[in-house]
């Protein structure tokens, strides 16, 4: 039996022959509960919206866990259990909540003002991290009692006074020719081809080290991918020299029909002479897809720095590498859909064509003969 998630907590699942329908919702105290039997996908959303504004309701008004005068310890311990396993960065909202828990000890949550998280921020400043880090800080302790201090009018104007540091606007970073070739150059051969596999699909990563092989289509060329991040599933075509690198991945693993496309690479060491020395060859378990941070922090990130590319390169600007590429020469609906997005506001976001692709645009199918022939008669009017 297996269910698939359909949108936002509905799912489906087919149970002794018969579909049905369920949802799926977190309660206050972390708990996940299931409620299966619906007719219809319509019945299943009513059923998770409503449930879903009732807990909403429970974290605004605090409930019965939460006493008037809670601190922020007590706020934490009933908030982390609602989001592990959810956010990608539960391990840094963790650290960021326990530092201002430390910070306010067992002061009364409704005490607090915003001259006091304005030195807690000073604090962590101070303490060596930079200001956007100390942004990121306060945001966390602000979802916090958004989420579970009441009155809620009293949380919105605490943090309508407290006043955040500026950051710098940071320029999105589309890769060139050139800087693209350079990446592959200080990346191992493996690498490199996953590198340049992602410039051409185009998917984040987290979506990237996830594709499998039963949804690639060797004769139409083209990943049926599943729903993402409440986004429907599509069809992802595949350019050729896509399709010629992951035949060559296929091939390396011994041409499976089902499994990861980037399986979990394992050294192996064996211990000679009272030291462990590597096997030339690595272990491959097919069992469990490549982490995606970990190759992201020990691959990509030193080969971005000993390539000397600019420091905002990661492995999100070799999506929008790819959106202003494809931007260049298909309509934004098309990139659009290719790319997932909702809106076209994000497209707009994501192409940024490069200067030679802007000036190629400027440049007139057709030469006017008329001025042409003004400016061979008069070589005066012409630019020097």
Aim: proline fraction near 6%.
């Amino acid at each position: 039996m297996s269910q698939t998630r359909l949108e936002r907590g509905v799912y489906r699942r087919v149970l002794n022959g018969k579909t049905e329908y369920g949802s799926r919702c977190d309660e206050v105290d972390g708990r996940t509960v299931w409620m299966w039997g619906f007719p219809t996908q319509v019945q299943a959303r009513h059923s998770y919206q409503a449930r879903r504004q009732h807990v909403r309701q429970q974290r605004l008004t605090a409930g019965e866990t939460l006493p008037t005068r809670a601190t922020i310890p007590e706020l934490i311990a009933v908030y982390l259990p609602t989001i592990e396993g959810k956010r990608a960065s539960y391990r840094g909202i963790a650290q960021q909540l326990r530092w201002w828990a430390e910070y306010f000890k067992q002061q009364p949550v409704l005490t607090i003002t915003s001259t006091q998280v304005e030195r807690g921020m000073a604090t962590l400043v101070r303490g060596g991290r930079q200001p956007s880090s100390a942004n990121r800080y306060a945001s966390a302790l602000r979802r916090l009692m958004m989420k579970l201090v009441s009155p809620i009018q009293w949380v919105q104007e605490l943090w309508r006074r407290v006043e955040f540091y500026d950051e710098p606007e940071r320029v999105p970073i589309v890769l060139s020719v050139a800087q693209e070739e350079r990446l592959y150059d200080y990346l191992a051969p493996q690498d490199a081809l996953y590198a340049r596999l992602a410039v051409l699909l185009g998917l984040r990563i987290s979506q990237f080290f996830a594709l499998r092989w039963e949804w690639l289509s060797w004769e139409e060329g083209f990943f049926r991918l599943p729903s993402f991040k409440r986004h429907p599933q599509r069809v992802l075509p595949i350019p050729r020299e896509g399709v010629a690198i992951l035949a060559v991945l296929w091939s390396q693993q011994g041409q499976p029909e089902t499994g990861w496309v980037f399986p979990v690479q394992q050294q192996c060491f064996v211990k000679r002479n009272g030291q462990f020395v590597p096997l030339p060859e690595k272990t491959v378990r097919f069992e469990q897809h490549m982490n995606a941070r970990n190759w992201y922090a020990r691959n990509y990130r030193p080969a971005v720095r000993r390539a000397q590319l600019p420091a905002g390169v990661v492995f999100h600007t070799l999506r929008r590498t790819w959106a202003s590429r494809i931007g260049a020469k298909a309509p934004s609906r098309i990139l659009q859909i290719l790319g997932g997005w909702r809106s076209s506001k994000v497209v707009e976001r994501y192409c940024l064509p490069h200067d030679e692709a802007i000036r190629r645009a400027m440049e007139p199918e057709q030469v006017s003969e008329k001025v042409s022939r003004l400016l061979e008669s008069q070589p005066e009017l012409s630019h020097k």
